[in-house]
């Protein structure tokens, strides 16, 4: 389809494109609001119902004391946000907590670690909670920092379904953010991932100080991997206190809505992930964010350190909008 195409589509009949271009990307997110979120639908409706909901559930099983310097972090050891660091969880209080999410309606159960990457003796014990975590038939996912040579290998045979590993902003913007790693390292990483046969789940984080043309540099690059990710977490910049960038400030909601819209028409097949910022953000732009075409969201009250929406909010949120919490958004 040609660029004019897609710029003036508002049909249902829309093909996805194997290549985004910045410029093409940016565009999108610029086209007037109302026939963003028709175009975003039209392609959520393609390819999903879009009456269902994924719910995934977080857990940190190593919290806080890490090297690394994401200024959006507070598990970074670099900044004074209160976290209480805790050693590698036990595995079977990582079961309790998982049989937990499942009896709460999650199909899928996150565990993350703040590491800059896990040792090999982490990368076992962790392999020991996925197993277990996937003998309750729930989907597994790992987000644990960069991987070495051979560490993907060890997860998926343990069951892992999902490793995240997020670009977090634009290739340009990324050097404001973060300086102990390249969004180049973060990329190896997502290769071992793939190479390996586990589920890439990568996405970013909007209001951290990026343009318009960051939004697209970000998407474009998730668009254009090869495959693009089956999951694409889209996250609203929790602003913690002790980090640098408490006092950011905040974006237009609608610009918010507008990515998840371009995430959904440039990764058509994709989950994509209402993430962190739920519990910043009213209803009705969570809505709108449905509408947009996002068909997952963390469920639970925690994310990994912050607060996330509450159940019951959430529960009354979903039957208010008649969405329907499923493992299985497709049909
Ligand atoms: N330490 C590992 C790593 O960084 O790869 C895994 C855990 S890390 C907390 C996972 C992701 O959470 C980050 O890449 C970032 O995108 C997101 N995140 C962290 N703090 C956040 C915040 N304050 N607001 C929004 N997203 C955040
Ligand atoms: C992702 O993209 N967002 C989640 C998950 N992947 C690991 C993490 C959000 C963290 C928000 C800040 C916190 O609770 O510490
Ligand atoms: Fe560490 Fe991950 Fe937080 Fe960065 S995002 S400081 S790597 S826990």
Redesign the pocket.
């Known amino acids: 389809m040609e660029t004019t195409e897609i710029l003036n589509n508002e049909s249902s009949t829309f093909t996805p494109r194997e290549k985004w271009s910045v410029e093409l990307v940016k565009q999108l997110l610029e086209k007037p609001f109302m026939d963003l979120i028709f175009l975003a639908q039209s392609v959520h409706r393609e390819n999903f119902n879009p009456n269902k909901l994924q719910l995934s559930t977080l857990i940190s099983i190593k919290t806080g004391g890490?090297?690394?310097?994401?200024s959006?972090?507070?598990?970074?050891v670099r900044f004074n946000t209160g976290v209480k660091d805790d050693d590698l969880m036990q595995v079977s209080d990582v079961l309790k907590a998982a049989s937990i999410a499942k009896a709460n309606g999650a199909s899928r159960f996150c565990m993350?670690?703040?590491?800059?990457g896990p040792k090999d003796r982490d990368v076992s014990k962790v392999a020991e909670m996925v197993s277990a975590v996937k003998s309750l038939g729930l989907e597994t996912c790992a987000?644990l920092?960069l991987l070495k040579d051979g560490q993907a290998e060890v997860l998926k045979d343990a069951g892992l379904d999902y490793y995240n590993h997020n670009i977090d902003t634009s290739s340009e913007h990324y050097e404001e953010i973060?300086s102990?790693?390249t969004q180049d390292d973060r990329h190896d990483t997502l290769k071992r991932v793939k190479d390996a046969g586990v589920s890439v789940c990568c996405g970013g984080i909007i209001g951290m100080g990026e343009s318009i043309d960051d939004r697209a540099d970000m998407i474009a690059q998730l668009a254009n991997m090869d495959p693009y990710p089956q999951s694409v977490p889209i996250n609203n910049l929790v602003k913690v206190s002790g980090t640098p960038m408490e006092n950011i400030a905040d974006i237009d909601p609608f610009d918010f809505v507008r990515t998840i819209a371009v995430a959904r028409i440039s990764m058509p097949k994709a989950m994509v992930r209402l993430s962190a910022g739920r519990s910043e953000m009213s209803d009705e732009i969570q809505a709108l964010c449905f509408l947009a075409g996002a068909n997952s969201v963390f469920y639970g009250e925690k994310l990994?350190t912050t607060p996330n929406a509450t159940s019951y909010g959430d529960d009354e949120l979903f039957d208010r909008l008649g969405l329907i919490p499923s493992d299985d958004v497709t049909r």
Not at 72 to 76: E, I
């Open positions: 890490c090297p690394e310097d994401c959006y972090c507070p598990q970074s993350g670690a703040a590491w800059r987000t920092g973060i102990t790693r990994l």
